[in-house]
């Protein structure tokens, strides 16, 4: 198998769940990256050459799909190479037919000859009785996005996980679940929601995880690298995970395709039509000609905290009564990077003017941003109004009368699967800077009673 620079880091976690230094782990994965691979044949037959009498399940969507994980583990384990590095792990075959009568081996399930370990493929559904599992693997339970997206089949999934899978563990018992994701309230989601989860960033985080039936460590390679770089993946925002296989070219023609399912499938960031604020955005191809256009500005939304993003929106007013985003910036980056960007984003789209929150050293940055864009005429303003309140009460007026660009999925990529993935239902959402920030042009151009303060410099 050909492998990219990530796989080295999927190896090390899985190699650290191997050792057990990992009891519970979760790993999110786009198509065709190899998650299977590693996770669902390499992994097993390693699992079983360290402790032969290891007990092993394997659950997928469909039992002819298990069955193929069972018949590829098997040919590793016949290897002799296999044999030279783990030779007290052998299956019931034709050179030890004389001790081995009793030892099964099908499709199904084999068992490794002088020992008590063995393993068991089964389909979503399928039973599991008779001795405990050790290692509990579980390789993409929905075959589709049509099961992904079924209420009926996700409540089938985690009623088989809860009645069936986890009735066959005990203290010491590991699970691993390898997904591409299709929907948030799928099995991780649902875990996500009743149990701890910790997201791994550094190779350290695996030995302080805390100890306990119900503490999850997590991986998520994005297909196109939007979080910030960690040291399990250092990629800059907009690299792609596996470049050799699957190019920048290639991925962004399928977000374009289908945004949405990208978001799930690709960047493992799924998000339920359900309960949106957001039913649709209106689009342009082209902007009014300039004699059409009112006014060249921008909306400047600062960051909070630490995991909060800065946001910067130029768009322009047209004659028409629309708002056109004409760019944005929208980003984690400190202070120190975001204050020359937004001067260039503003001098970029010709902004005459820009309004810039002042709460929680905005007017700092104003200031800084207008030192670096002195052409701009810069104000900055606090907003005193309640976020929920403004964001809920303005959303019709987003959707009417802000125009994005008919591209904005793949010019602006995280800005889109936050806006469009925002829930109606506030402590829903991870994040609400970008809702925020076009709320703002939405109260600035279109409600005739401000309920800011203005301060100009």
């Known amino acids: 198998m050909e492998f990219a620079d990530f796989h080295k880091t999927y190896y090390t976690v899985l190699q ?9 782990l979760i790993v999110t994965m786009p198509p065709q990256h190899g998650k299977s691979q590693g996770s669902t044949r390499l992994l097993p037959a390693y699992l079983l050459g360290r402790n032969p009498d290891l007990r092993v399940a394997i659950a997928s969507y469909a039992d002819t799909f298990a069955k193929k994980f069972n018949r590829d583990i098997q040919r590793i384990i016949d290897q002799p190479s296999y044999a030279a590095i783990f030779p007290d792990t052998r299956l019931n ?10 030892y099964l081996r ?3 399930e084999f068992e490794i000859v002088g020992h008590r370990g063995s393993l068991k493929a089964v389909g979503r559904g399928g039973g599991l009785t008779g001795n405990p599992v050790d290692v509990m693997i579980m390789d993409d339970l929905y075959k589709d996005s049509a099961e992904g997206n079924s209420p009926t089949i996700r409540d089938a999934a985690w009623e088989w996980y809860t009645s069936v899978a986890r009735t066959r563990l005990h203290n010491n018992s590991q699970e691993l679940i390898v997904f591409t994701r299709w929907h948030e309230d799928d099995l991780i989601g649902r875990i996500e929601q009743t149990e701890r989860v910790i997201t791994l960033t550094t190779l350290a985080d695996i030995d302080t995880l805390p100890q306990g039936q119900d503490v999850w460590a ?3 390679f994005e297909a196109i ?4 770089p960690t040291e399990l993946d250092s990629r800059t925002e907009g690299q792609p995970l596996w470049a050799e296989r699957h190019s920048i070219e290639s991925l962004q023609a399928k977000r374009k395709l289908d945004p949405h399912n990208f978001e799930c499938l690709y960047q493992g960031k799924p998000a339920s039509r359900e309960g949106l604020l957001y039913s649709a955005f209106k689009t342009y191809n082209e902007l009014p000609p300039p004699a059409e256009i009112i006014k060249r500005t921008a909306y400047v939304d600062t960051a909070d905290t630490g995991e909060d993003y800065l946001c910067t929106i130029a768009y322009v007013v047209a004659k028409d009564g629309y708002t056109y985003v004409t760019d944005l910036l929208y980003t984690q980056e400190p202070m120190e990077v975001t204050e020359q960007a937004t001067a260039n984003l503003l001098i970029r789209n010709d902004c005459r003017s820009a309004s810039i929150e002042s709460n929680n050293g905005g007017r700092g940055f104003a200031r800084n941003v207008q030192r670096l864009a002195p052409r701009v005429k810069v104000e900055w303003f606090h907003q005193s109004g309640n976020k929920e309140s403004r964001i809920l009460s303005n959303s019709a007026t987003v959707q009417h009368n802000i125009l994005l660009p008919s591209d904005w999925s793949l010019r602006f990529p995280l800005f889109y699967a936050h806006l469009t993935a925002f829930k109606r239902l506030f402590r829903a959402n991870s994040h609400d800077d970008c809702a925020d920030a076009i709320t703002g042009i939405a109260e600035r151009e279109y409600q005739t009673k401000k309920r800011i303060t203005m301060i100009c410099n």
């Open 16 to 24: 650290a769940f191997a050792e057990g230094r990992i009891k519970r």
């Open 93 to 102: 075959g034709s050179n030890v037919v004389t001790v081995s009568q009793s």
């Open 106 to 108: 099908n499709s199904s």
């Open 218 to 220: 997590k991986v998520n």
């Open 225 to 228: 690298k939007e979080d910030v």
